[in-house]
């Protein structure tokens, strides 16, 4: 599969705070997807990205599909303590018939 | 059904024993997906089918692993002769038709714990 570089591997926040996360990688997608998994779960669709350029927001939680179709990033706004789990980027590779590569997460903390 | 249903949520298996994990897409979907995820959080794609038929199994293990979705039964994940290394967290996906951005939305099911020892 198509390697996705996933940064940063984990934050330690304070709620209240906004996140910041992102995906690259150095083939082009027709799609990119946001995870997220809670312990011992599936991972849950958050927002998923169509377009070059595409911003998408589901609530406050807000996803941009890079330009060069290369790269994407997540923002959280206002974190709250349930917000705490683990982030995943994910997206099909032009030609990789559907199956999705994932970046390997990152981690979030939000201390109340 | 409204999710993707996955059974066991656990597996004991001694080292050398057959595996079998099941998967129940969410109806009305046509693609189903195994990933396995390993203790580093990485996702590998093991297989897809649409409906019964294999659609891309460029992930699977050919030697051990084997999977099937037939008609009017849950879809399968069978290893044969399990070894240490195929202990993880196997998930199912499932995605609507196909034609059209719907495929790649997939969604998971809870996973099978899988443990060799």
């Known amino acids: 599969g198509q390697q996705l570089n996933q940064s940063p591997q984990s934050m330690f926040i304070q709620e209240g705070e906004d996140v910041s996360m992102n995906c690259t990688s150095s083939s082009i997608f027709n799609t990119w997807l946001w995870y997220k998994q809670d312990p011992g779960e599936g991972p849950v669709l958050l927002i998923a990205?169509?377009?070059?350029?595409e911003l998408t927001s589901n609530g406050r939680l807000t996803a941009q599909f890079g330009i060069t179709r290369k790269d994407s990033f997540l923002n959280i706004s206002a974190s709250i303590p349930s917000d705490v789990g683990i982030y995943f980027c994910?997206?099909?590779?032009?030609?990789?018939?559907?199956?999705?590569?994932f970046g390997k997460g990152t981690s979030l903390l939000v201390t109340p | 059904g409204e999710e993707v249903a996955q059974t066991p949520k656990h597996l004991v298996r001694g080292e050398g024993q057959k595996a079998k994990l099941y998967c129940a897409p969410i109806?009305?979907?046509?693609?189903v997906f195994w990933y396995q995820q390993v203790l580093k959080n990485e996702f590998k794609f093991l297989i897809s089918?649409?409906?019964?038929?294999?659609?891309?199994e460029t992930g699977m293990p050919k030697e051990r692993f084997s999977a099937k979705c037939l008609p009017n039964s849950p879809c399968s994940l069978e290893i044969q002769a399990t070894k240490l290394e195929d202990s993880a967290v196997y998930f199912c996906a499932s995605s609507q038709s196909p034609g059209g951005k719907m495929n790649t939305e997939a969604f998971f099911g809870q996973g099978t714990r899988l443990t060799v020892v």
């Open positions: 109806k009305g979907h046509s693609y």
């Open positions: 994910a997206g099909d590779a032009v030609n990789s018939g559907y199956a999705l590569n």
């Open positions: 089918f649409q409906n019964e038929n294999v659609f891309d």
């Open positions: 990205l169509y377009k070059a350029g």
